[in-house]
Structure formats: C-alpha cells, structure tokens
C-alpha cells in the first residue's frame, strides 16, 4: 500500500509530468535514500519512470482514484480560458481542417467550435473529441495510439495517424511555460513530440495561453516564440513580457475584462 509520501508524489507527477530527487528530498525533509526507494515501488507499479535526478509520469498506469479529477482541473481560470477561446474561434471559417492538442483550454474551444461547420477537426484528447462529436455537421478525427489519463493517446501510433493527413489549416495549442528565453514549454514529454508533430503540419499556428504560463519555464521546449503565428491570452499577462513579445512582432490578441479582444 502506497504511503502519504507517495500518494503526494503521485500528485506533483500528474500535475507537472516530472519531479526532482533533490527537491523532494527538501520538501518531504527526508533521505535522498528515502526518495529513491519510492521511486523504485512506484516504477515497480508502472506510475512513473527514473530519470537522471529525478522521475517522469508513466500515466498509463496510474488509477484515476489517485489523479486530479478533470472536472476541477477544468475550472482553474475557466473564465479566462473560455474567453481566450471566444477570441480563437473567430479565426476559424467553415470547411477548414483544424488540430488541437490536450488540455483544458483546447476543451474551451472545442465548446466554441461546435458553432462552426464542415469542420474537419484532428484531436488526441477524448473530451475534445466527444464534446466536438455533438455537433454532427462536423468530421471528428480521434488520433489512434496509447490511451493515457487524463483522456488522450500518445504513441507512434498516434503520430502515424496524424501522418496520414496531407495538412491541417490551423493548430490550437496552448503550453505549461512561456518565457522569452526558452520558448513555449511543457511538463509532458509523452505529449510533445505529437503536439510538435501537429504544428509542423499547420499552415497557422495559434497559441492560446493565459496570464498564469508566463515567466514560467517547464522541462520541454514544444517551440520557441518566434515560430508561433499568433499568441492569444488575456489582460493579466505581465506588461513587461508583453512588450518584449510585441518588439519581436509576434502578433498577439488580447482578451480584456469583457468578453471581447484588441489586437496589439
């Protein structure tokens, strides 16, 4: 039976995709020793895989009883993340093919893409697939591959479906991280490579990112800033970020109180 300490590793692994022995070690004010014996049972049980000072999630294992429930991460900035999408949803027109990645952003939009028709839409997050299959005038394309929680496939498998597609108007994604320095990062390797794979194909690229990711940097690069075509967020992004964002022409929209948006 897994102990408190582990249970609360579970936690950080679902909620940012990897940990840190040392910081762990601080936290829990235990042995380095300590760290690695739950490291080992919990790779024991398929929850996460050992890197170079530290592990990353291995989710496909992990039971839902121990994860985050959606349905709350689903509210952390709702309000901001649904008028983000608002924003987003005005550049998409009928007929067009469009991706999304996971998360609870790209499920705002799905909301606001059902409007549309004749959409073409390639995901590999159950929830925006199912929340998409409502509106029957539109082709919904489920990516094949691993099914990991929260909800999405991940794999070769899923990268080589995505391959069958000749090219895709628009990819919506949104990130964990973005600083000037480093770019749009992530804390899920399992993720990126598809998410990167979906970019590569798009004729547009649009970041949708609220005022919570920036100045932050997670494990993964997914792209540097200047390869994104548009940035979309809301009126809290710091003012000093966002000048230095708009001096490397990166065109961005932003959504004020109300739900409309300006563009900077």
């Known amino acids: ?72 991460r689903t509210k952390y900035y709702q309000e901001e993340k649904s008028r983000i999408a608002q924003a987003a949803v005005r550049h998409v ?44 005038n539109n082709s919904i394309y489920f990516l094949g591959g691993q099914m990991v929680l929260p909800g999405i496939t991940v794999g070769e498998l899923a990268k080589e479906v995505l391959n ?38 798009a004729a547009k690229k649009i970041a949708l990112v609220d005022h919570s990711k920036f100045g932050k940097n997670a494990l993964f690069r997914t792209c540097f800033i200047d390869e994104i075509d548009l940035l979309i967020t809301d009126s809290l992004i710091p003012k000093d970020i966002l000048a230095r964002i708009r001096e490397k022409g990166i065109p961005v929209e932003i959504v004020p109180a109300e739900p409309e948006f300006a563009m900077l």
């Open 164 to 201: 069958h597609f000749a090219s895709i108007d628009l990819c919506f994604f949104s990130t964990d991280g973005l600083t000037l320095e480093k770019g749009l990062t992530t804390s899920a390797a399992f993720t990126n490579e598809l998410k990167k794979q979906m970019m590569k194909k």
């Open 93 to 136: 027109h009928d007929g067009m093919t469009v991706s999304t990645e996971s998360g609870t952003t790209m499920f705002e939009l799905a909301k606001y893409l059902n409007q549309k028709k004749n959409l073409t839409v390639i995901t590999n997050d159950i929830y925006v697939a199912q929340e998409m299959f409502r509106n029957q």
């Open 1 to 72: 039976m897994r102990d408190a300490r582990q249970k609360q590793i579970i936690d950080k692994l679902v909620k940012t995709g990897s940990v840190k022995t040392s910081e762990l070690v601080e936290e829990f004010n235990v042995s380095i020793e300590t760290i690695r014996r739950d490291f080992k049972e919990l790779e024991r049980e398929g929850v996460l895989k050992k890197t170079y000072g530290g592990a990353i999630l291995a989710a496909s294992k992990v039971s839902i009883t121990e994860l985050e429930p959606w349905q709350e």
